[in-house]
């Protein structure tokens, strides 16, 4: 199962998703990617953020993360 919510935040395309793994949890994973930039440099992908009982958990967190790291960014 994956599950994808796409939103925008300060020049950003967010993609927060989620898989269950074999265990029944989610793991929360993210793309991100510039909107001024077509290229692959503008592109970031990161995987298992963490583990999360729920799907719901997982997203949430991934959303955050990225707003977080886009904002560390400046």
């Known amino acids: 199962m994956q599950t994808k919510q796409i939103q925008q935040y300060n020049g950003y395309s967010v993609h927060p ?8 949890s989610f ?3 993210l793309l991100l990617k510039r ?5 692959a440099e ?8 963490d583990y999360f ?15 977080d790291w886009v904002d560390a960014r400046g």
């Open 17 to 24: 998703s989620a898989h269950r793994l074999p265990d029944g």
């Open 27 to 29: 793991s929360s994973d």
């Open 35 to 39: 909107t001024d930039c077509t290229h």
């Open 42 to 49: 503008g592109r970031y992908q990161f995987y298992s953020l």
């Open 53 to 67: 009982p729920s799907e719901e958990l997982a997203l949430r967190y991934s959303t955050r993360w990225a707003r």
